[in-house]
Nanobody
Framework: QVQLVESGGGLVQAGGSLRLSCAAS????????MGWFRQAPGKEREFVAE????????SHADSVKGRFTISRDNAKKTVYLQMNSLKREDTAVYYC????????????????WGQGTQVTVSS
């Protein structure tokens, strides 16, 4: 059983930056691919980025490519999402999730989820 806790959300002006963190406990962290998803009010939860267990492979949604970067520190059992050049449309609750395999952008494939952290981007 893996427990995930996100932090780092908040209110930021458009063009600003935030770094989200997701701390894991339970299980062997490096065995899991980790993903970030987000859900805006009235919308489906959507894929943002994922990273393989080793950290070598990453994948980002087109909507955030070049602005967001996923990374991980297996010694600290933590995955990060660095968000730069934030836009109003990035406003959402951001969730981290763990999957036993890298390469899936489908939320149904992820086994464990955090409680989410709110990111609000103002103009």
């Amino acid at each position: 059983q893996v427990q995930l806790v996100e932090s780092g959300g908040g209110l930021v002006q458009a063009g600003g930056s935030l770094r989200l963190s997701c701390a894991a406990s339970g299980g062997t962290f490096s065995n899991y691919a980790m993903g970030w998803f987000r859900q805006a009010p009235g919308k489906e939860r959507e894929f943002v980025a994922e990273i393989s267990g080793s950290g070598i492979a990453t994948s980002h949604a087109d909507s955030v490519k070049g602005r967001f970067t996923i990374s991980r520190d297996n010694a600290k059992k933590t995955v990060y999402l660095q968000m730069n050049s934030l836009k109003r449309e990035d406003t959402a609750v951001y969730y981290c999730a763990a999957d036993q395999k890298f390469g899936s952008r489908s939320r149904e494939r992820y086994d464990y989820w955090g409680q989410g952290t709110q990111v609000t981007v103002s103009s």
